[in-house]
């Protein structure tokens, strides 16, 4: 079936998951899109395999592929081009010490990190050039006929969700975990990721509600963060317009 759009969440650095989902997909022709909904590097141990191997995804669909922005890629950006962010890449819990040492920053003593791991970890100084200038070229969202797909959700501005073109690079397309985002926006369709589907109100899941871990569906909101890069977790794509889920679990 031409014409479908498979939107994968959250990678987080596990090249693993990656492989193992992308082997369950169908095959996929020049008329169909994959949209990839950021945050491919941190927390996982193959951050770096990750962004090398998605840089030439090209080479193995024919489909069209379009890669977003996620906070994390956000982040990164703002450490390496706004002169660091220590509440972002301190914090074990954001996993960029991960990706730090999947770059090949030496890492003898998590317990205490030291002077060198740290001056990296604030500059963002093992980034090559090229992983860079790919992350800068991510897009901030994309639309089609099936819906409308972003990392984090939509911006509410005045007391209302606006489309992201109306407000490009606002920091809540890669950064809102806005609860009445997921209870209340009526609309076109979203489809995200960013937010853990297990953090979502599950009586208003339509989708397997009795596996709070799964992909959330509540009619015009989709979220497949199934948690890939944590514990327990594992990767997710939707299908549109089928809504047919593929799982790396």
């Not at 990678?11 to 693993?16: I, P, Q, R, S, Y």
């Not at 998605?54 to 890669?67: I, Q």
């Not at 703002?78 to 220590?86: E, F, I, N, S």
Request: some cysteine; proline content about 6%.
């Amino acid at each position: 079936m031409a014409g479908r759009t498979i939107a994968i969440g959250d990678v987080h650095g596990e090249a693993e998951h990656l492989e193992r989902l992308w082997s369950r997909l169908p095959a996929l022709d020049r008329e169909d899109t994959v949209v990839f909904l950021g945050d491919y590097i941190d927390r996982g141990r193959g951050s770096r395999v990750v962004l090398e191997r998605l840089m030439r995804w090209h080479e193995r669909t024919p489909a069209r592929l379009v890669f977003l922005r996620g906070n994390h890629e956000a982040g990164w950006l703002k450490v390496v081009d706004g002169g660091g962010w220590p509440g972002f890449v301190v914090p074990p819990n954001n996993g960029c010490w991960q990706t730090a040492v999947a770059y090949g920053v030496p890492l003898e003593d998590p317990e205490e990190p030291g002077r060198a791991f740290y001056a990296a970890l604030l500059a963002g100084s093992f980034f090559p050039r090229e992983h860079l200038d790919w992350m800068r070229k991510l897009d901030w969202y994309y639309e089609d006929a099936h819906a409308i797909y972003v990392h984090a959700g939509l911006p509410r501005i005045d007391g209302r969700f606006v489309h992201p073109a109306e407000e490009l690079g606002h920091p809540d397309l890669v950064w809102q975990r806005d609860l009445e985002f997921f209870r209340g926006y009526r609309g076109k369709r979203v489809v995200c990721g960013h937010t853990a589907t297990v953090q979502l109100p599950q009586e208003l899941s339509t989708y397997t509600p009795d596996d709070p871990t799964d992909t959330w569906i509540r009619g015009d909101v989709i979220v497949v963060d199934t948690k890939c890069g944590k514990r327990d977790g594992y990767l997710s794509a939707i299908e549109l317009p089928a809504l047919r889920v593929y799982e790396s679990r």
